[in-house]
């Protein structure tokens, strides 16, 4: 199994410890703001074990961050492989979920660099993928310091919420391997 190092994180498997600090992130309001609705504990634990799941199938599944100073958990950074049928599809998606706690620290930048780097130069990967709600500027703004470019007419409605939904529109964002 892949474990990542970067000079302050680990991006490591999921353990059983995660699912307590990963269900409080997405209970919260806040750090949920531009996903459908908040889950339950048993909803989060089923996300955990799909991302186990899917990557023992592919390899690849958003991952548990931990600092490594003193072992905490702060949220997933991984590449997947996008989940439904679009008009960029297949495709592999770099995508994050932190804690509150841990935000503007630059913990997803790093963590996403460390897997474009593997995603590029290891798993030969040609583009990775992003997408966000447009109200989502905190998301965007961390895709263009990745070196994401906006995908020019790649903006689509997502297949998994029905018409007229507020968070139906998302922006497509991509980088291509250097």
Do not use: K
Request: neutral net charge; charged residues 20%.
């Amino acid at each position: 199994m892949t474990t990542l190092h970067t000079p302050r994180l680990i991006l490591r498997p999921w353990a059983d410890a995660d699912r307590a600090p990963f269900a409080a992130l997405n209970a919260d309001p806040v750090s949920m703001q531009h996903f459908p609705g908040t889950l339950s504990r048993a909803e989060s634990d089923a996300l955990v074990d799909r991302m186990i799941a899917r990557r023992a199938e592919t390899g690849l599944c958003f991952m548990a961050v931990e600092r490594r100073s003193d072992a905490a958990f702060i949220g997933m950074v991984g590449l997947n492989p996008v989940g439904f049928e679009a008009a960029f599809t297949p495709a592999i998606e770099i995508g994050w979920r932190i804690l509150r706690a841990h935000e503007g620290q630059g913990y997803v930048t790093e963590a996403a660099r460390a897997w474009f780097t593997h995603g590029f130069e290891t798993l030969g990967l040609s583009r990775v993928v992003a997408f966000t709600v447009p109200a989502n500027t905190r998301s965007r703004a961390v895709m263009e310091r990745l070196g994401m470019t906006h995908v020019a007419n790649g903006d689509f409605d997502h297949p998994s919420l029905p018409a007229g939904h507020p968070l139906q529109r998302h922006l497509l964002y991509a980088i291509d391997r250097p």
